[in-house]
Nanobody, 127 residues
Framework: VQLQASGGGLVQAGGSLRLSCATS????????MGWFRQAPGKEREFVAA???????VYTDSVRGRFTISRDNARRTVYLQMNSLKPEDTAAYFC??????????????????????WGQGTQVTVSS
């Protein structure tokens, strides 16, 4: 599976961006999808994930501001980011995890759960 993230850019605090992650190869509906981010000098951290069955989980700092969604027909996962803050500045990465028989949604917070990664797309929020 190949993943291609896009949609990053420079935005003022309070603004919005929508990230997209287009996939190819495999059967998109068989994958749980996640978004992670990495700021300079920091570890890559979980942002949001959506299971193959549309279960969603968010990190606390983005809940209520970010929305993850998927379009199986377009083989794409989205991250709508509203009310952006300077601390949201990071490179954002999408990732895919092969479907499990039973989904424990909280496991999708873990980087080690994912089988495939895309390249990052930079989001910069100015104050």
């Amino acid at each position: 599976v190949q993943l291609q993230a896009s949609g990053g850019g420079l935005v003022q605090a309070g603004g919005s961006l929508r990230l997209s992650c287009a996939t190819s190869g495999g059967t998109f509906g068989d994958y749980d999808m996640g978004w992670f981010r990495q700021a300079p000098g920091k570890e890559r951290e979980f942002v949001a994930a959506i299971s193959w069955g549309n279960g969603r989980v968010y990190t606390d700092s983005v809940r209520g501001r970010f929305t993850i969604s998927r379009d199986n027909a377009r083989r794409t996962v989205y991250l709508q980011m509203n009310s952006l803050k300077p601390e949201d500045t990071a490179a954002y990465f999408c990732a895919a995890r092969t479907r499990r028989t039973v989904v424990v949604i909280t496991l999708l917070r873990n980087r080690s759960e994912y089988d495939y990664w895309g390249q990052g797309t930079q989001v910069t929020v100015s104050s």
